[in-house]
């Protein structure tokens, strides 16, 4: 089940990385979104994980999170359903970038 809810996010996320503009007057923006989502969804992948894991889950990795305020952090990791709030987050950032 998780090798598979693994698949369907990578599919997702390439299909978003695939429909980015290649405009040169939006490279920043684009890459700044691909870094972006690439982190959100590594943390959602995590989430997961830990929710379901009946093993220590102190050894899980995500990628670093640079870019993403601490603040967010904080918030996240007092909540009961982080999945919910990483899934929320990644909405909006989509949503942004079409803008």
């Not at 691909?34 to 959100?40: I, P």
């Not at 899980?60 to 870019?67: D, P, Q, R, V």
Request: glycine share 2%; with cysteine; aromatic share 10%.
């Amino acid at each position: 089940l998780m090798q598979q809810l693994r698949g369907e996010w990578f599919n997702a996320v390439s299909s978003c990385i695939a429909f980015c503009t290649t405009s040169p007057d939006k490279e920043e923006d684009v890459w700044k979104f691909e870094q972006t989502l690439v982190r959100l969804i590594s943390l959602l992948y995590c989430s997961a994980l830990t929710s379901v894991s009946s093993v220590d889950t102190s050894t899980f990795e995500h990628i670093e999170l640079e870019g993403i305020a601490l603040e967010s952090l904080e918030f996240m990791e007092q909540a009961n359903d982080r999945s919910e709030i990483l899934l929320q987050w990644i909405q909006r950032l989509i949503v942004e970038a079409t803008d």
